[in-house]
């Protein structure tokens, strides 16, 4: 690397703040390329700390059964590893790479809430999600996708819920949203693993797994159904990122 490698560590939202970061980098025309990526692994450790605070989603399953964490019951602890290129845009083209989706806006924010606990009024991720529209120049009706940070904590989950309805003037049950985490778990480098897979959808016009947002909400007990957004062709996604403290982000991607 000839460029600055800087590492982040911003609980839940380090992969957010490097792409941010990444995107001032390549703006300033300080480098050309930039490889971002985040990695986690679950260890006895990193449990037993969750654990040991309360805030791991507590089930009994017998082998062979299939498994549904109680929702608003938790977190659900995951692993796994995720890697982006980012480069500007006529610099790929010119280089003939696959380019799978562009960064529109990104925009982070803090608040103050509890240590350990969610800001549960959401005025800074809905404050995000307007500001990230406004930068792109973009209205609600114009997002085709949405990827939330929604993991079975029920402050997170109903505050999205609530904020997501309201920002995007959707009345809750048309609006479907993507909460990866309930699929592949909540982890560090989940914030690069979600921006892979919207670019992805992107990319191949196939919606990540759905559901109404109105079930992030927790208020009923059936199972999730999962199917695709409702748009036929995905042009815009936006992802939502909340960690402990209120700190927020908001991230539009495009074709």
Not at 61 to 89: N, Y
Not at 135 to 156: C, M, T
Request: aromatic share 6%.
């Amino acid at each position: 690397s000839r460029g600055p490698t800087p590492l982040f560590a911003r609980m839940k939202l380090s992969a957010e703040t490097g792409m941010a970061y990444a995107r001032s980098l390549l703006d300033d025309n300080v480098v050309d390329v930039v490889l971002l990526g985040g990695a986690e692994e679950l260890s006895e450790i990193l449990f037993g700390c969750y654990d040991a605070v309360g805030a791991l989603n507590k089930i009994r399953v017998t082998e062979g059964e299939k498994i549904q964490p109680k929702p608003g019951g938790g977190l659900v602890l995951g692993e796994g590893a995720a890697v982006l290129i980012m480069e500007r845009k006529e610099s790929a083209r010119q280089r003939g790479a696959k380019i799978y989706g562009s960064l529109v806006s990104d925009v982070i924010a803090g608040g103050v809430s509890p240590m350990g606990h969610y800001a549960t009024k959401g005025k800074q991720i809905a404050r995000t999600i307007v500001r990230s529209m406004e930068k792109a120049g973009v209205q609600p009706g114009s997002i085709d996708h949405v990827s939330v940070s929604a993991n079975y904590a029920k402050e997170l989950d109903g505050m999205e819920s609530e904020q997501l309805a309201n920002c995007l003037q959707c009345p809750g049950r048309s609006l479907r949203v993507s909460p990866l985490k309930y699929l592949i778990g909540s982890f560090g480098a989940a914030g690069a693993m979600r921006a892979a897979g919207v670019l992805l959808s992107l990319y191949h016009q196939t919606s990540l797994p759905a559901i109404p947002v109105s079930r992030l909400r927790m208020t009923e007990e059936s199972p999730l159904e999962w199917r695709p957004c409702q748009r036929e062709t995905i042009d815009k996604a936006l992802m939502t990122s909340t960690t402990f403290g209120g700190g927020t982000a908001s991230i539009i991607f495009s074709t």
